[in-house]
């Protein structure tokens, strides 16, 4: 399933609509069920009016004062979700391809455990899932629920038979 972003503008000094399109799910064979969609990003001092389009060969995380948007889909835990392929070098190649710098941040003796230099704005659209911190803390969100991410470790969790859809607004920060 696709999502349509509409984007405003300007010209001749009047606001108009400068894109409306459907945007691609980018899926993994690394991961079934999981779904990433790239919706917008900016420069680190964005202006307006900034028409995009999304640069998909860019970082997945922002630079500081950058902005990404994004949607995800994690799968059910029934989904069969997290069983990797035969050649995880290939999947792994195939990530950093589609979302550059996003395998970075994940840690490979903490399967999902990451942090990233972001302020992230999380939305639960629709679904449910759980957030767990690097201390086992853990918040179960649902749909309208919203989070955020202030450059903490972390994982997302779907511990139920359906999928959860989030809503991501990634704002580069620098680590202080």
Not at 33 to 40: A, E, I, P, S, T
Not at 121 to 147: N, Q, Y
Request: hydrophobic share 40%; aromatic share 6%.
């Amino acid at each position: 399933m696709a999502a349509k972003r509409v984007v405003t503008g300007h010209a001749d000094g009047r606001s108009v609509f400068v894109d409306d399109a459907e945007i691609e799910d980018i899926t993994f064979s690394l991961m079934p069920g999981l779904v990433f969609r790239l919706l917008w990003d900016t420069p680190e001092h964005p202006t307006v009016p900034n028409s995009g389009p999304v640069d998909t060969d860019a970082a997945y995380f922002p630079a500081p004062g950058g902005v990404r948007v994004a949607q995800v889909v994690f799968p059910g835990a029934d989904s069969g979700g997290g069983v990797p392929p035969d050649d995880i070098e290939s999947g792994a190649a195939e990530v950093e391809a589609k979302l550059p710098g996003l395998l970075a941040v994940m840690e490979t003796d903490d399967p999902g455990m990451h942090t990233s230099d972001t302020v992230d704005v999380g939305i639960v659209m629709s679904g449910e899932v759980w957030l767990e911190l690097d201390d086992g803390a853990e918040r179960h969100l649902t749909a309208g629920d919203v989070v955020i991410q202030n450059g903490t470790r972390h994982r997302w969790q779907n511990r139920s038979s359906e999928p959860c859809e989030m809503t991501f607004v990634l704002v580069g920060a620098d680590r202080a």
